[in-house]
């Protein structure tokens, strides 16, 4: 997100920043006209929760402070306790496991807490609200819970008095990380107090200058406010730091047709009809709960994204639980194209990496006999004959028809010096297919093939 990852700069002072008026124009009397809904949809539309960093993020210990409260007794028997039968096997069995954890540990916040983002990050609001509750009870000087717990809030809709007293804590704890202030506005710029929600973008800014949905929200701020050179600034400065963002040019061309300047507002609304990523923040906390969704979707983006960025381990994990979830295509996908890999490699003579493909192949595909027979090929090939020997020995297991897994085998066998064993394999594969280059290495040795 270009700049947008910047590391923060660590300041400290008052939960929202103060502007001098002298910084923001005086409302033009044309203010009350503008497209309120609009701005605000789009707002909605970028301020979603899952933002995904795509920049170095901050480290947690800057910021974390865990409590050493005492162990609180009865907490966990309030643990919210989800249905679970209407949700996929591998949801059910994460939230099951994390809910059993937090009851085995019942004065741990952080066994507590892990149970709670699990719900979060399967968009279980209410019961991930109830639970982060108790979290930050049990951990109160502890960013995270409270500052979740806030986020949850404002996604479900609780009373805007509670999440904003909820952000103002987290802010107390932890004053120069960024985020939180851009939340915060978000939060305070769909309630319609738009003062309030610039002065705390201008807070974010102060402390991390690259972030883009700061710059972004400011704007939208300003043009609320009337302000639009503050809101051209603002927004011009996103569409630098993120010019693939849609949301920024849907902002642009509104403020552009205010403006007067309609060859600008015009190429703003195409550039926002064509672009179709939104920008990011960089905010740790949030991306690991992102992280540990198992929900079919999610398992989707994480296996396009891994295999984009070749993590192919990654993508193997994705496959498998999305084949768990009901949705058998992707491993199956994985599988051909894992094979199809290791012999690429194998052809080039790249025998280490065609290795490494076939051993995640077989995570896959346990019981593939054109797996274990290509494998013992390619050790055939260089030269290790008692590993290749086991792996046609268990493709033949697999596929017992197969003359070719029979035929190198002998191979393997007349490598090794065991030549009567070696014979008897030819035999099987010749009885197989009696055209088979077997048979004709049967009578080069001078044998007649079995009939």
Same mark, same amino acid.
């Given at each position: 997100?270009?700049?947008?990852?910047?590391?923060?700069?660590?300041?400290?002072?008052?939960?929202?920043?103060?502007?001098?008026? !002298?910084?923001?124009?005086?409302?033009?009397?044309?203010?009350?006209?503008?497209?309120?809904?609009?701005?605000?949809?789009?707002?909605?539309?970028?301020?979603?929760?899952?933002?995904?960093?795509?920049?170095? %993020?901050?480290?947690?210990?800057?910021?974390?402070?865990?409590?050493?409260?005492?162990?609180?007794?009865?907490?966990? !028997?309030?643990?919210?306790?989800?249905?679970?039968? &209407?949700?996929?096997?591998?949801?059910?069995?994460?939230?099951?496991?994390?809910?059993?954890?937090?009851?085995?540990?019942?004065?741990?916040?952080?066994?507590?807490?892990?149970?709670?983002?699990?719900?979060?990050?399967?968009?279980?609001?209410?019961?991930?609200?109830?639970?982060?509750?108790?979290?930050?009870?049990?951990?109160?000087?502890?960013?995270?819970?409270?500052?979740?717990?806030?986020?949850?809030?404002?996604?479900?809709?609780? &009373?805007?008095?509670?999440?904003?007293?909820?952000?103002?804590?987290?802010?107390?704890?932890?004053?120069?990380?960024?985020?939180?202030?851009?939340?915060?506005?978000?939060?305070?710029?769909?309630?319609?107090?738009? !003062?309030?929600?610039?002065?705390?973008?201008?807070?974010?800014?102060?402390?991390?200058?690259?972030?883009?949905?700061?710059?972004?929200?400011?704007?939208?701020?300003?043009?609320?406010?009337?302000?639009?050179?503050?809101?051209?600034?603002?927004?011009?400065?996103?569409?630098?730091? !993120?010019?693939?963002? %849609?949301?920024?040019?849907?902002?642009?061309?509104?403020?552009?047709?205010?403006?007067?300047?309609?060859?600008?507002?015009?190429?703003?609304?195409?550039?926002?009809?064509?672009?179709?990523?939104?920008?990011?923040?960089?905010?740790?906390?949030?991306?690991?709960?992102?992280?540990?969704?198992?929900?079919?979707?999610?398992?989707?983006?994480?296996?396009?994204?891994?295999?984009?960025?070749?993590?192919?381990?990654?993508?193997?994990?994705?496959?498998?639980?999305?084949?768990?979830?009901?949705?058998?295509?992707?491993?199956?996908?994985?599988?051909?194209?894992?094979?199809?890999?290791?012999?690429?490699?194998?052809?080039?003579?790249?025998?280490?990496?065609?290795?490494?493909?076939?051993?995640?192949?077989?995570?896959?595909?346990?019981?593939?006999?054109?797996?274990?027979?290509?494998?013992?090929?390619?050790?055939?090939?260089?030269?290790?004959?008692?590993?290749?020997?086991?792996?046609?020995?268990?493709?033949?297991?697999?596929?017992?028809?197969?003359?070719?897994?029979?035929?190198?085998?002998?191979?393997?066998?007349?490598?090794?010096?065991?030549?009567?064993?070696?014979?008897?394999?030819?035999?099987?594969?010749?009885?197989?297919?009696?055209?088979?280059?077997?048979?004709?290495?049967?009578?080069?040795?001078?044998?007649?093939?079995?009939?």
């Amino acid at each position: 997100m270009g700049k947008a990852g910047r590391r923060k700069r660590n300041r400290t002072g008052p939960p929202a920043a103060t502007i001098d008026p !002298s910084v923001t124009t005086r409302k033009r009397p044309w203010s009350h006209l503008l497209t309120v809904t609009a701005i605000v949809a789009g707002l909605l539309a970028g301020a979603l929760y899952y933002y995904q960093a795509t920049g170095p %993020r901050p480290d947690p210990a800057s910021i974390i402070v865990e409590s050493h409260t005492p162990r609180m007794t009865g907490s966990t !028997s309030l643990l919210p306790d989800p249905e679970t039968s &209407d949700m996929t096997i591998p949801v059910a069995r994460v939230i099951s496991e994390a809910r059993r954890a937090a009851i085995a540990e019942p004065g741990s916040a952080a066994a507590v807490g892990r149970y709670c983002q699990l719900l979060h990050a399967h968009w279980r609001l209410g019961e991930a609200a109830a639970c982060y509750e108790i979290a930050h009870r049990l951990a109160p000087q502890d960013f995270r819970w409270v500052y979740l717990l806030a986020g949850v809030e404002e996604i479900h809709g609780a &009373d805007a008095g509670h999440v904003e007293e909820l952000f103002r804590k987290a802010i107390r704890l932890a004053p120069g990380f960024a985020p939180v202030y851009v939340r915060y506005a978000d939060a305070l710029l769909r309630l319609g107090r738009w !003062s309030e929600a610039r002065d705390n973008y201008v807070a974010a800014l102060e402390r991390d200058s690259g972030l883009v949905m700061a710059h972004r929200g400011l704007g939208q701020a300003a043009t609320l406010l009337g302000d639009l050179p503050l809101a051209v600034e603002q927004l011009e400065q996103a569409g630098v730091l !993120s010019p693939q963002d %849609r949301i920024t040019q849907v902002a642009l061309a509104r403020v552009y047709t205010l403006t007067g300047r309609g060859e600008q507002a015009a190429k703003a609304a195409r550039k926002a009809r064509e672009f179709k990523s939104e920008a990011s923040l960089p905010d740790q906390f949030f991306f690991e709960i992102e992280g540990l969704a198992v929900d079919p979707e999610s398992l989707r983006k994480r296996l396009a994204l891994s295999l984009q960025k070749g993590n192919y381990d990654a993508a193997i994990e994705a496959a498998m639980l999305l084949e768990e979830s009901g949705a058998p295509a992707a491993r199956q996908q994985m599988i051909m194209r894992i094979k199809r890999r290791a012999m690429e490699f194998a052809v080039a003579g790249d025998f280490d990496a065609a290795l490494v493909e076939f051993e995640r192949a077989v995570r896959l595909a346990p019981n593939d006999a054109e797996i274990e027979h290509n494998w013992g090929t390619l050790l055939l090939r260089s030269g290790e004959l008692e590993g290749a020997k086991q792996h046609f020995e268990k493709a033949i297991e697999i596929n017992p028809q197969s003359a070719d897994s029979f035929y190198n085998l002998g191979l393997v066998l007349e490598g090794l010096g065991r030549s009567d064993e070696a014979i008897a394999r030819f035999n099987s594969a010749a009885l197989i297919n009696p055209q088979h280059v077997a048979a004709k290495r049967l009578a080069e040795l001078g044998i007649v093939p079995e009939s």
